[in-house]
C-alpha cells in the first residue's frame, strides 16, 4: 500500500490566478496520475506523470493549462493556471507499484478542493 | 474504448438490509475492473478488482461482485447494510492495453444507509 499526501487539502482562489498542487508519497513510484472530479461528475483522468519524462496529458487537457512536474519518483505536482470557475473541482493524486499493467492497484490521495471564485 | 455506466446516482437502503450497485462496463478489449468506495473528504479506497479467473470476487468490508461477461455488468452487493457503508462508490474499468492504471470511472453511486 501507499501512503499519499496532497497539499492542499483545499483552498478558495481568486479567478486568473494559478494554484500549484503537490502530491508526496511514502514509497517511489513509476508511474502517478492526475485525476479531476468535477461537482456532480465522476473523475476523469488529466494525465500521467513519469518520472524524468515529459507528462502525457488525455484528451481535452493540455499542458499549458495544467502544467506537471514529476521531479523523482516520489512527488509530483499539478498546476492549475489562469484559473475560471469551471476549473472548480476535485483534484486528486493516484499511484500505482508493480510496473504498467492493468492488474496493478491504484491509490488515491485525499484530493484537493479547489474553488474558484 | 471502455465506458462504465452506474445505474442509480442515488440508492437508499435500510441498516441490515441488502446493497446492490449496479455497474455496466463497454469495453474493446477483456476489461479489468474495479470498485472503489470515496468516504467523505477522503481519497478513493480499493473495494475489490477483477482481472482473471473466479468472476465472483469477495472484497473488505463484506462487499463483493460478479463479472457477467454476457451482461457485460459488474454488480457491487452485499448482504446486510451498515451505516459506516453511507459513502459514494465508484465502478472502473482499465484501459486494458498495459498502460498502466488508466482507469475510466462510472459517475458514482451516493449509497445512504438509513436506520
Known amino acids: 500500500s501507499a501512503v499519499i499526501s496532497q497539499k492542499p487539502s483545499r483552498d478558495i482562489c481568486q479567478r486568473g490566478t494559478s494554484l500549484t498542487i503537490q502530491c508526496q508519497v511514502d514509497s517511489q513510484v513509476t508511474m502517478m496520475f492526475w485525476y479531476r472530479q468535477q461537482p456532480g461528475q465522476s473523475l476523469t483522468l488529466i494525465a500521467t506523470?513519469?518520472?524524468?519524462?515529459?507528462?502525457?496529458?488525455e484528451s481535452g487537457f493540455v499542458i499549458d493549462k495544467f502544467p506537471i512536474s514529476r521531479p523523482n519518483l516520489t512527488f509530483s505536482t499539478l498546476t492549475v493556471s489562469n484559473m475560471s470557475p469551471e476549473d472548480s473541482s476535485i483534484y486528486l493524486c493516484?499511484?500505482?507499484?508493480?510496473?504498467?499493467?492493468?492488474?496493478?492497484?491504484?491509490?488515491f490521495g485525499q484530493g484537493t478542493r479547489l474553488t474558484v471564485v | 474504448a471502455q465506458s462504465v455506466t452506474q445505474l442509480g446516482s442515488h440508492v437508499s437502503v435500510s441498516e441490515g438490509a441488502l446493497v446492490l450497485l449496479r455497474c455496466n462496463y463497454s469495453s474493446s478489449v477483456p476489461p479489468y475492473l474495479f470498485w472503489y468506495v470515496q468516504y467523505p473528504n477522503q481519497g478513493l479506497q480499493l473495494l475489490l478488482k477483477?482481472?482473471?479467473?473466479?468472476?465472483l470476487v469477495k472484497g473488505i468490508n463484506g462487499f463483493e461482485a460478479e463479472f457477467k461477461k454476457s451482461e457485460t455488468s459488474f454488480h457491487l452487493t452485499k448482504p446486510s447494510a451498515h451505516m459506516s457503508d453511507a459513502a459514494e462508490y465508484f465502478c472502473a474499468v482499465t484501459r486494458g492495453t498495459g498502460g498502466g492504471n488508466k482507469l475510466t470511472f462510472g459517475t458514482g453511486t451516493q449509497l445512504k444507509v438509513e436506520l
Open positions: 506523470a513519469n518520472q524524468g519524462s515529459e507528462a502525457t496529458y
Open positions: 493516484s499511484v500505482e507499484f508493480g510496473g504498467p499493467t492493468p492488474n496493478t492497484e491504484a491509490f
Open positions: 477483477y482481472t482473471t479467473g473466479a468472476t
